[in-house]
């Protein structure tokens, strides 16, 4: 069984962390060593699901912040184990998200007594399906392990604060024809053809850019795939434009889907994926607070990650951590040690 030094400089526990290897639904491994460790320090309360770890302060605080982060990777690109360089680790899982984990095991080992209530949780799965996701399936056999009045999510964000998430949702797109033999294509109606129209409203549409909190998000529609075709002689009937919508956390999935239906009008719409935004809400005096620690400006999420499980729960939540998110699931993952360090440093001067 592997074991985790807490009392090892923050460098050295990431690639500690980076070192066990932990592929999505193979994470027993770094949970029971991050149990393990988290149980040695009396003044959590550690409390385990599955491969889904949580450990919690209970100190009578008006205030509780919830700091999350997943244990597990995408599967190895011949990127590990992990290797220093120039005051950068390599290696798989170092800036999605480990150097973020190692930053919540040494707030939890270096702060017994912080000025608000901590939660932390090191969840399992969230590279794969979210029927896996272990926080979400927190939210639904624990919620209460969930109760805060702001969390952080320490997915990579180059150690600055990007609030909230956009949603999103994956939608097909159907025209139907007549089959017929190409010879004679007169004699049928061409379903991709018949597709043109579909790809003109796309190539037209002008993205909404709304301002929530003083931040403006950016909504995008975009064909992400094209299916048709029955054999290289027959005029098709049908054919399917996939399209993703990533829309504005101020929409609900009902309000995005009825934009989506809207905008197609006339043509068969099925939604086949959704996943809500999050708000950033940065009004709360928990997140000003924060904001105020960072320093700089909060920018918005464009893409989707799991402060949304939060916002389901009534909890503010912002995305901060250290590495470029531009280089997670790559083979030449890396995150700079020096983002490591800062992402700890801040946040002990926050909650000291």
């Known amino acids: 069984m592997a074991h985790l030094d807490l009392s090892a400089d923050v460098a050295t526990l990431t690639q ?9 639904h193979h994470e027993q491994e770094i949970a029971d060593a991050v149990e393990e460790a988290l149980r040695a320090l009396p003044h959590l309360t550690v409390t385990r699901r599955g491969h889904t770890v949580v450990a919690r302060t209970d100190l009578g605080r008006p205030e509780r912040v919830v700091i999350a982060g997943h244990l597990d990777t995408v599967p190895l690109n011949d990127n590990l184990p992990s290797r220093r360089e120039d005051g950068i680790l390599h ?13 919540m095991l040494k707030l939890a080992a270096d702060l017994p007594e912080p000025n ?31 109760e805060a009045d702001f969390a952080i999510l320490m997915e990579p964000s180059n150690a600055a604060i990007e609030a909230g998430c956009q949603g999103t949702m994956r939608v097909d797109v159907r025209t139907t024809g007549e089959r017929s033999h190409s010879a004679r294509s007169w004699k049928g109606v061409n379903a991709i053809h018949l597709a043109g129209p579909v790809l003109a409203r796309l190539n037209d549409y002008v993205a909404r850019q709304p301002e929530i909190d003083g931040l403006t998000y950016h909504e995008g529609l975009n064909a992400t795939g094209i299916r048709g075709g029955v054999a290289g002689n027959v005029i098709p009937d049908e054919c399917v434009v996939e399209v993703n919508f990533r829309f ?19 043509y068969d719409v099925t939604v086949t994926d959704m996943a809500a935004g999050a708000l950033p809400g940065l009004d709360r005096p928990a997140a000003k607070a924060f904001v105020d620690a960072v320093g700089g400006e909060a920018a918005p999420k464009f893409g989707w990650t799991d ?3 939060f916002t389901k729960l009534g909890v503010p939540a912002v995305n901060y951590g250290p590495g470029d998110p ?12 020096e983002h490591v360090e800062r992402c700890e440093r801040t946040l002990k001067e926050w909650l000291a």
């Open 248 to 266: 504005a956390p101020d929409r609900s999935e009902a309000d995005a889907e009825a934009f989506v239906r809207d905008f197609f009008e006339g």
């Open 91 to 103: 290696g798989l899982g170092t800036c999605d998200m480990k150097g973020g984990d190692a930053v």
């Open 16 to 24: 500690q962390l980076v070192d066990i290897e932990s592929v999505s």
């Open 116 to 146: 608000r209530d901590l939660t932390f949780i090191f969840y399992e799965a969230e590279e794969v399906d979210s029927v896996h996701n272990g926080l979400r399936k927190l939210t639904e056999s624990d919620p209460d392990l969930l």
């Open 326 to 337: 531009m280089f997670a699931h790559k083979q030449d993952e890396h995150v700079p040690l």
């Open 307 to 309: 402060v949304a499980q």
